[in-house]
DNA sequence: CTGAAAGCGCTAACAG
DNA sequence: CTGTTAGCGCTTTCAG
């Protein structure tokens, strides 16, 4: 193992100076910066994260508490964690995966110092968790928009505005009776932030555009055909679905192709666009920017620790995907 | 912040005892380790992961470089993560994300000494990262069984065993032709390790027990239908499909059901249990135990870390689901 | 059965 | 522009 001493007595100076030429905290003569790299380089040194951890109590370490629950989307969940995963080593920090489910888990790691602060996704409307995380002592940012998030951080897509989009969107079209199909039904009775979101933007925008209009949760896989049947059963006029299921999409559209006991239904779908685009019978996609929000979210944590970056919620505003793409 | 030295000072005793009651590693008289544990308590006292790191020289944390990859299926990946994650709890660590497709970001990881040891996923049969991780400086397991990982841990599941046991049975069902329909063509280009062994196994088997059989890549989602339908054109015989592909086997299975241009075809599935058992149309699946691969993976690195254990293959055996589960 | 004290490798005053 | 040094909070000898 090689030490912050062997470089500085490899390159002739002093430790300060090897860790100053590391942090560039104060102005190195470009000949001894080039001495220090050399030897950090001949010794392929690297600094050691605990002591330098203990010294600066600082950990360049975030949390990450990624829900693996029932009905959640996984290639969402994903992809959220994978941008913030880039965004976070971007800026020279890791992360450390906190147990779901269990806010003492987020504070424990805190208090041990393992994390400078914490992400947390899947988020409730009435989180439990979120009480816990205004009291905790480090920076926490919350994927999603739960109620009272007063003092916090939350980063999150714009639920409501996409709702509002889409009836838009099918007003124009000329529709008159249209129906959302949402998340699981074990995600909607957990209230989780956005599905609640949706459905509100969503209905509301139907009301003043004169829609008839319709949300129903809507469980993945081919037991979605089953609500598409109901909603046909039950409002035979409707002419488009607003879909919000990554993983029902597929089979929605299927039941749908050309079936002859249905007048021509449009399908509109909130989606990671790469994974809807190409569906054949979806025409239009709302784009859910999966992996920019967990970078966005990563970026708004390392503001937190940075100290600028106070509560408050940021919103991506929705926005259709390009078919081209 | 509350350290140790508040700890012993509360409970009258040296810092070294304070130590002791929590490591175990020397006998505490009852009414002293009462008195410290209540300290401990009132005070609640967390201790420094970074200071305990530096002076112990180990994390409690292991590092996991977990793919996000076209092709790959994340339910499996996700479960495998889980599992991992559950299994490091009960053995108090916790697990740092590795950048995926990075070997340098392993060995950044290790040489700064944040994690006692990697998890690598999604090996590949000649995978670039096994010549690496021999030369690390610390244990290592691979869930995945590259060809030259003689000095490696790994832990995975008997995808050539799977093959044979759904060959076996196939042809106990009096099946002449049949197919199987594996992993997407990105993934079978890499070569990743499972796809491989799995197909070696099925084609063997079939060979051995007289069975006609091919073996072709599959993509995800509504396009695997066409899959069926070049083979059920090339091959009009065939009466099975060995299916491989999670996120096929819905479409799969729909395109088959009550078809009136086919004759009936079996459908027997490899994929995590819970996935598979309930898509209509699949007869018999063959369980992939993501979450217990992961835990498995997380044991055996434990036990590397702990010198319990050497380099060698693990492979769980094959078995059917229960259709009752 | 318990204490005292020497580090672990680094950061950041303080002192030129 | 550079060096010296006092910690950071804990583990673990060494000494009773």
Redesign the interface.
Known sequence: MTTIADVAQAAGVSISTVSYVMSGKRTISQETRERVERAMADL?Y??????R??ASRS?S?LG?QAP?RAGVD??V??QI??GA??EA?AHHH??????SDDAA?VE??A????VDGVLILDVETSDPRVGALAELSIPAVLIGLPDAADDLVCVDFDFEAAGRLAAQRLAERGHQSVALLGAPPQVQARHTSYSDRLMRGFLAASEAAGLTARALPCPS??GATEVVDAVLAESPDTTALFVHNEAAL??I??RLMGAADTGPVEILALSPAELALH??GVSDVIDLPAETLGARGARALLDAIGGTRGPGAELIAPRFADPTG
């Open positions: 392929s690297s600094p050691q994260a605990s002591a951890s203990l950990t370490v990450l693996i996984v290639h969940v994903m964690v994978a995963l880039k080593r890791d992360i450390l995966l906190l147990t888990g424990r790691a208090r041990a110092g393992m896989g081919p597929p089979f559209a299927a569906v054949p």
